[in-house]
């Protein structure tokens, strides 16, 4: 069923690349107008061309500049959004950054490490949360907010990224609290968790052929995600068919967390 998102707008934050820019184009796809928003200025113009290009719409893919990790772009990014009458009925707080090579266990890892993961997944996530919620309710109210969660925020596959899993339950919690604070506003918050999810930049950085083996011998689905697999559930929650689910978190993880 197409156009489950016609008329509604929405923004994705880190959608120049991987699972962001998957959501993005898939909004796109569903009949929505997408902001793409990223810190990468080319990355978040060269996907929003290239969506806008293929809905053969010019207005359906907006290309926006933002570092998550300083207030005063966030406020800004939503402050050029109103003045454009696109004050988005979805937001997806989907950046974030994970330091291979440098975070490490806990007794090991920097304080350099763990204050700028912290920076950009969880205070870059609550500022982006910030801001959307503000802007709803200055609109009347009414709205969804997804957050992209992590398996490591919920057990022990993360224990040797110390920073990385600590954001990630962090994340989590803000979207209970976010849910709870808002529901009566129509402002309803969720949180998607992928699994282990093929994109380019982790088989650049982290994607030795025998970590990703060991990685899916413990997915019972038995292979490893794509930024695909994300999609579908991220839809649901932006469109009016996930009317009554907030403060919920779902797994895409191929049954990872379920061990």
Not at 107 to 116: C, F, G, I, Q
Not at 181 to 209: F, K, W
Not at 230 to 253: C, K
């Amino acid at each position: 069923m197409a156009g489950r998102l016609t008329g509604k707008t929405a923004l994705v934050t880190g959608a120049g690349s991987g699972i962001g820019r998957a959501i993005a184009d898939r909004f796109v796809a569903e009949g929505a107008r997408v902001v793409y928003a990223d810190r990468d200025a080319a990355a978040a113009a060269a996907s929003a061309s290239a969506a806008a290009a293929a809905a053969a719409t010019a207005d359906s893919a907006i290309a926006l500049t933002v570092d998550i990790a300083d207030e005063s772009s966030v406020a800004a990014s939503f402050a050029t959004l109103v003045a454009r009458g696109a004050v988005p009925d979805v937001v997806v707080a989907n950046a974030g950054v994970q330091l291979f090579g440098h975070d490490a266990k806990v007794a090991d890892v920097s304080l350099e490490t763990w204050n700028r993961t912290l920076a950009v997944n969880l205070t870059g996530t609550f500022l982006t949360v910030k801001h959307a919620v503000r802007a709803m309710l200055a609109a009347g109210g009414g709205g969804s907010v997804i957050v992209t969660g992590s398996p490591t925020g919920l057990n022990g596959e993360g224990a040797d990224f110390a920073a990385y899993s600590s954001t990630k339950g962090g994340v989590h919690a803000l979207v209970r609290a976010t849910a709870m604070a808002y529901a009566r506003d129509g402002i309803r918050a969720n949180t998607v968790v992928p699994g282990y999810t093929e994109t380019a930049l982790v088989q650049t950085i982290s994607g030795d052929p025998e970590s990703r083996a060991a990685i899916v011998s413990r997915t019972p689905l038995g292979r490893a995600g794509t930024p695909d697999d994300v999609t579908g559930i991220m839809v649901y929650l932006a469109s009016d068919e996930s009317s009554y689910a907030t403060g919920a978190l779902f797994r895409v993880d191929g049954g990872m967390t379920s061990l």
